[in-house]
């Protein structure tokens, strides 16, 4: 099975997060890959790093 990373830098995203995320998921439920995303919050001063951990209950993959 192919492997693939995601290293995305984010700041004040709250709103994107999640967006992101499924349309990450989307693409790669196509392609049956294994992945991590990485988020690397570049000193957010909304929710967004609370969006990240919200994702990483969710889901093993997402790392931050």
Do not use: C, W
Not at 2 to 17: A, H
């Amino acid at each position: 099975m192919k492997k693939i990373s995601f290293i995305l830098p984010v700041f004040n995203e709250e709103e994107n997060i999640s967006h992101i995320y499924r349309e990450i998921l989307i693409n790669l439920n196509k392609e049956k890959y294994q992945y991590e995303i990485i988020f690397v919050d570049d000193g957010s001063t909304d929710k967004t790093l609370k969006e990240i951990k919200a994702l990483i209950e969710k889901d093993n993959n997402v790392k931050f």
